[in-house]
């Protein structure tokens, strides 16, 4: 390359994943502690993920079906301005659910 990326560029790609990040690991925090028998279940999130949002489009699903997911309300940061309502959305169910387990994982739920 004749003119590298920067550093700051690069990195606004990620932004739009952050809150999905914040969702899984919100989902996995509150199966951990609230219903820890059920903890491997969170690993079914990031196969679909990956299944909807990288594979759904050539084989044809849905957009419902690859909304189901938290990688379904990522942003194309680098090429679209951040939508902020997912965003807050997402934000805010993520912090929900890291709450909510903190509060399982005390009481020993």
Known sequence: ????????RFMRGFVGYWPALLVVCGLAALLVGCWPRWQRLIWLVPVYGVLSKYLGPMLNFPD????L???????AVP????????VAGMVALGVAFLVIAGIGYRAGI
Do not use: D, E, F
Not at 64 to 67: I, L, N, V
């Open 1 to 8: 390359m004749t003119s590298p990326i920067s550093l700051a």
């Open 64 to 67: 419902w079906a690859q909304r």
């Open 79 to 86: 090429q679209h301005a951040v939508a902020w309502p997912p």
């Open 69 to 75: 997911t938290p990688y379904g309300w990522v942003n």
